[in-house]
Antibody, heavy 125, light 107 residues
Framework: EVQLVESGGGLIKPGGSLTLSCAASGFTVTNAWMTWVRQAPGKGLEWIGRFKSKTDGGTIDYAAPVKGRFSISRDDSKNTLYLQMKSLKTEDTAVYYC????????????????WGRGTLVTVSS | DIQMTQSPSSLSASVGDRVTITCRASQILSIYLNWYQQKPGRAPKLLIYGASNLQSGVPSRFTGSGSGTDFALTISTLQPEDFATYYCQQSYSSPPTFGQGTKLEIK
């Protein structure tokens, strides 16, 4: 079965660090564009960053609010994507989703396809 | 960043109604606009990609239209399972951005 399963969320104090995992099954993360999207309680969706497939360069991009604090990595042997979060702020409280991107031939021709169920991160003292 | 504005923010409708949700972008997107449905406690689900392409498995009562800066999602005959929050998302340029969401509620 093709699926994504996030884990690692929890309660963390402001300024703390946390690492989220996204375990993939049914496909290889190396060959996929993998993205983290978050959703604050009762709010909309916010893109955090993506890890492009190896064939497309394997580059990583971040959203401005998290650049320098969050880091995305991938362990191909475990078929898992990670989101390392440092210097956490209360405004980072959200459900964090891992998702894949289906990419077409044109630069804008892509969409979010497979989603995990998310993991809740609560930043509070 | 491209700003996405959906309207209305919330909408009350009845089973069987036809509803339309609109999404306006702050810059021209060509056709690079996607629509998602999200139910409480669940991850978003892709409905429409490339402005008007129906994702496999999505009922044909969902229709996407538009290009440039103005887009719409229409549900032709509301079913009970359609009451949810809907988001548009532009894929034209990075960073990808979402509309604020439209909550569709039962009247």
């Amino acid at each position: 079965e093709v699926q994504l399963v996030e884990s690692g969320g929890g309660l963390i104090k402001p300024g703390g660090s946390l690492t989220l995992s996204c375990a993939a099954s049914g496909f290889t993360v190396t060959n996929a564009w993998m993205t983290w999207v978050r959703q604050a309680p009762g709010k909309g969706l916010e893109w955090i960053g993506r890890f492009k497939s190896k064939t497309d360069g394997g580059t990583i991009d971040y959203a401005a609010p998290v650049k320098g604090r969050f880091s995305i990595s991938r362990d191909d042997s475990k078929n898992t994507l990670y989101l390392q979060m440092k210097s956490l702020k209360t405004e980072d409280t959200a459900v964090y989703y891992c998702t894949t991107e289906v990419v077409g031939d044109e630069p804008g021709d892509w969409y979010f396809d497979l989603w995990g169920r998310g993991t809740l991160v609560t930043v509070s003292s | 960043d491209i700003q996405m504005t959906q309207s209305p923010s919330s909408l009350s409708a009845s089973v069987g109604d036809r509803v339309t949700i609109t999404c306006r972008a702050s810059q021209i997107l060509s056709i690079y606009l996607n629509w998602y449905q999200q139910k409480p406690g669940r991850a978003p689900k892709l409905l429409i990609y490339g402005a008007s392409n129906l994702q496999s498995g999505v009922p044909s009562r969902f229709t996407g239209s538009g290009s440039g800066t103005d887009f719409a999602l229409t549900i032709s005959t509301l079913q009970p399972e359609d009451f949810a929050t809907y988001y548009c998302q532009q894929s034209y340029s990075s960073p990808p951005t979402f509309g604020q969401g439209t909550k569709l509620e039962i009247k």
